[in-house]
């Protein structure tokens, strides 16, 4: 009987190893599969080159034409900030500096313009 029962578990442990052995080697060889088909399909067409140096060519255009007149703008800007600084402060008039009368006639001005258009 124990001869028997070490028979039987031998036999197990062949087989199923065996069988484990088969099932991993098929999922290797499914793996290879899918690896060597994917490979097939990197052929790059030479059109695809072209236009890709095509559209580097132009961005790298566009953003120098960018850089450029961001350039410009920052001079003119610092130029602005240059003169601001140059002519000094600007005074407010005050409202009380003009009379009445002169209010009236401008509005009464600017009403008749109106009414003759």
Same mark, same amino acid.
């Given at each position: ?17 065996? +069988? ?9 060889? +499914? ?35 960018? &850089? ?22 600007? &005074?407010?008039?005050? &409202? ?18 109106? +009414?003759? &258009?």
């Amino acid at each position: 009987m124990p001869e028997e029962i070490f028979l039987l578990s031998l036999f197990g442990i062949v087989f199923g190893s065996s +069988l484990v052995g088969l099932v991993l080697y098929g999922i290797y060889n +499914l793996i290879m599969t899918k690896m060597n088909k994917g490979d097939r399909g990197r052929e790059i067409n030479p059109q695809f080159f072209k236009a890709l140096s095509e559209f580097k060519k132009n961005t790298e255009r566009r953003i120098g034409n960018l &850089e450029a007149v961001v350039s410009d703008l920052e001079q003119e800007n610092a130029q602005l900030t240059e003169d601001v600084d140059s002519q000094g402060s600007i &005074e407010m008039e005050d &409202e009380e500096a003009h009379t009445p009368s002169q209010k009236n006639k401008t509005e009464g001005g600017n009403l008749r313009n109106m +009414l003759n &258009e």
